[in-house]
C-alpha cells in the first residue's frame, strides 16, 4: 500500500495513555471482510517503525478492511490527519516533515472513526544528543520468560529497540505473531520504534513474508528490500545485514555485500554499529563452521568500513569477544526461547547462559555496553568502547 505525508511543526510534551484491547484475527494479510461501522475496531495496536529525524511510520490492524488513518500533532487538540490509500486490514501510514528529538502525540482511526486513545513517539535525536537503545534476539516463544525480559527491557526506558532475529518460533507463522512478539512487547511498540535483523527461524514461513508484513522497516538500498538496510540515530550509522543469505552465492548477497562497502564508506556518524543474526564469532561447537565462513565473507567489509561494534543472536546465551581486528562483538540470544550451552574459545572475553537483553548508552565519546539479565536484572556483563 502507498504511504502520505505531511509535515508539521514543533510540540509540546504529552502524556499517553492506553485503552483496553483484545486481540482480534490472527490473519496478517488483507481480504475483503468488511464489519459494520459500530463493530470497527483495532485487532493490532498502534505500533511505530522506522523513526528518524524527520519522520516515522505508524502500523496497525483493523478486524476488517476500512480506510485508515493517523492523526498526529503536538497536542489532541492540535492534530493533522494522514490517511491511507485504499482499504485494507493492515495499515501503515508514512509521516514525514517532523522535527528532530520531539516528542508528538498521535492516535489512528478507521473509516472517520476514532480506534485508539492518544499515544506518544519522540523522534530520532540529532548527533551530539546522548540516547540509549536496547538490543536482543530468539524470543519468540511466548514463554514466561519472554516476558520478564521484556518487562525488564521496558524498565530500562530506551529511546529504540534492536531485535536480532528469530522474533517467532518455531517458524515465523503469521498466526503467533500477536501472541509471541505484540502481546509481550505492547508497553514499548505504541512509543518506542523496533528494527529487526531476520533470522533463520523467521524464513520458514514464505521466505520471511509475515516477518516483512509486520514491521515497518527502512528500505534504503537498491533491491528495495526490508531485508538489510541501514538509518541513523544521535551518533550511531546503524546497519542491518541478512546473513542467512551470506555465503550462498546469489545475487541479492553480492548486492548486499556492495551495498554494505558504499554505505559504510557514506557514513558521517561517529559511531558505527552492525546487527545482524548468526555471529561470526561463537561458543557453540557445531556452528562454528557456518561462523568461519561468514567471518571470511563479512569481516573484512566490517573492518574496512570502520565498524566499532557488531551485535548477533542465533546462539542462545550471551558472549562478548575480545576486540577483534577493532571490533566487538556481542551476542544476545537470551530474549527468551532456551538456553544453550557454550564452550568459550580463545577469542571468547565474557560468556554468559542466561534469558537477558543488551542496553546500550551512546554518546559522542563512548559507548557504555551492559548485558542485564531476566528477570532478577542483574548486571552480567558491562564494557565501554570509546573513542580514539
Not at 204 to 221: E, H, K, R, V
Not at 287 to 309: A, I, M, T, W
Amino acid at each position: 500500500m502507498k504511504k502520505r505525508r505531511f509535515a508539521i511543526g514543533t510540540v509540546l510534551f504529552l502524556a499517553g495513555c492506553c485503552e483496553p484491547f483484545t486481540p482480534g484475527s490472527s490473519d496478517a494479510g488483507d481480504d475483503d471482510r468488511e464489519v459494520p461501522e459500530d463493530e470497527l475496531a483495532l485487532d493490532r495496536r498502534p505500533y511505530l517503525g522506522s523513526v528518524s529525524q524527520e519522520g516515522a511510520t505508524i502500523s496497525f490492524r483493523t478486524n476488517g478492511i476500512c480506510s485508515g488513518a493517523a492523526r498526529v500533532g503536538p497536542s489532541p487538540e492540535e492534530t493533522r490527519l494522514v490517511t491511507d490509500e485504499g482499504k485494507h486490514r493492515r495499515h501503515e501510514i508514512r509521516v514525514d516533515g517532523l522535527a528532530p528529538a520531539t516528542t508528538y502525540c498521535y492516535w489512528v482511526e478507521g473509516n472517520g472513526k476514532r480506534l485508539s486513545e492518544p499515544r506518544i513517539f519522540r523522534t530520532a535525536a540529532p548527533p551530539g544528543t546522548p540516547f540509549r537503545f536496547a538490543a536482543f534476539g530468539d524470543s519468540g516463544s511466548g514463554d514466561e520468560s519472554q516476558f520478564a525480559v521484556a518487562a525488564a527491557m521496558a524498565r530500562a526506558e530506551p529511546d529504540l529497540v534492536i531485535h536480532l532475529g528469530d522474533v517467532i518460533y518455531p517458524a515465523g507463522e503469521a498466526e503467533l505473531w500477536d501472541e509471541r512478539f505484540f502481546e509481550p512487547y505492547a508497553a514499548m511498540l505504541e512509543r518506542i520504534p523496533f528494527y529487526a535483523a531476520i533470522g533463520n527461524h523467521d524464513l520458514m514461513t514464505g521466505n520471511g513474508a509475515p516477518y516483512l508484513d509486520a514491521l515497518a522497516l527502512p528500505a534504503n538500498n537498491p533491491l528495495s528490500t526490508e531485508r538489510f538496510y541501514s538509518f541513523d540515530w544521535g551518533d550511531v550509522h546503524f546497519v542491518c545485514l541478512d546473513s542467512n543469505i551470506v555465503g550462498e552465492d546469489c545475487p541479492e548477497e553480492e548486492a548486499q555485500y556492495e551495498w554494505l562497502a558504499n554505505d559504510l564508506a557514506n557514513a558521517t556518524r561517529r559511531w558505527k554499529i552492525a546487527y545482524f543474526h548468526h555471529p561470526l564469532y561463537g561458543c557453540v561447537g557445531s556452528r562454528q563452521s557456518g561462523n568461519e565462513k561468514r567471518r571470511k565473507l563479512l569481516e573484512p567489509l566490517l573492518v574496512e568500513g570502520g565498524v566499532d561494534l557488531v551485535l548477533v543472536g542465533h546462539d542462545h546465551h550471551y558472549v562478548r569477544t575480545k576486540r577483534e581486528r577493532g571490533i566487538v562483538h556481542v551476542v544476545s540470544g537470551g530474549g527468551g526461547k532456551s538456553l544453550y550451552d557454550g564452550e568459550p574459545r580463545d577469542h571468547t572475553e565474557v560468556f554468559r547462559k542466561a534469558f537477558h537483553f543488551v542496553r546500550v548508552d551512546v554518546t559522542p565519546d563512548t559507548l557504555e555496553v551492559v548485558a542485564i539479565g531476566a528477570p532478577g536484572e542483574e548486571e552480567i556483563d558491562r564494557f565501554r568502547v570509546e573513542g580514539e
